[in-house]
């Protein structure tokens, strides 16, 4: 696998691999319309690529490869949280007041906490969106992400998996921006109850079936 043939690779399953399904559910229903274009799907991206950059690495260093049973929790805990997103937005969708991340200005830069109502939890600042972070590094570790990692094990050489990787983490930032937003532009032309019910609904829905794929395969 030459250099630009690795670039090239990573970026385009970058893109394909942001778009799956439980990707896009995850990102659509934690946009709230509140935050800047795209910091809701850059965040995910950032968290996503974390892990497996890492473990993408440590695979062509020592060959060293997470056992399926821990993929298999993580897609797990993924599912649940896709399920737990969505009852959200669907809460959202029905004006009921629920937990979100309320974004404010300190020295002319936006930062974000967890807040309910009036009460706002926690007094780190942080720079990315602290909810799609998370969950884009669970998404890192489970079983989709594990598929890319074992394709930059078969890399020849360091660098060429040094450039997949590289490529790949900047084209799945860079969709998951895009997807945030679109999905968020769309909101603002209208009918943002009925996307936010749509979200809710995709995320419950694939969520769902990640649970059952995997709630026998974690014992």
Do not use: Y
Request: glycine fraction near 12%; hydrophobic fraction near 55%.
């Amino acid at each position: 696998m030459a250099l630009a043939a690795a670039l090239v690779a990573g970026g385009v399953v970058g893109i394909r691999h942001a778009l799956e399904i439980d990707h896009l559910a995850a990102v659509t229903s934690m946009v709230d319309g509140d935050e800047p274009p795209g910091f809701v799907g850059a965040s995910w991206g950032v968290g996503h690529s974390i892990p497996i950059v890492a473990v993408g690495l440590l695979f062509v260093v020592l060959d060293v490869r997470l056992p399926a049973s821990v993929t298999h929790v993580f897609e797990l805990a993924v599912g649940a949280v896709l399920v737990g997103l969505g009852v959200r937005m669907l809460l959202r969708a029905a004006n009921v007041s629920v937990p979100t991340l309320r974004g404010h200005d300190h020295d002319e830069r936006r930062h974000h906490h967890l807040a309910f109502g009036d009460v706002a939890l926690g007094t780190k600042h942080s720079h990315v969106h602290d909810e799609s972070f998370a969950v884009g590094i669970l998404h890192g570790f489970a079983g989709s992400g594990a598929l890319v990692v074992v394709m930059v094990s078969a890399a020849p050489g360091m660098g060429q998996a040094i450039a997949f990787l590289s490529a790949f983490s900047l084209l799945t930032v860079a969709t998951m921006a895009t997807v945030s937003v679109l999905w968020r532009r769309s909101m603002a032309l209208g009918g943002t109850r009925v996307l936010r019910a749509a979200a809710g609904v995709v995320s419950i829905a694939a969520g769902t079936v990640l649970v059952v794929e995997h709630v026998g395969l974690v014992a």
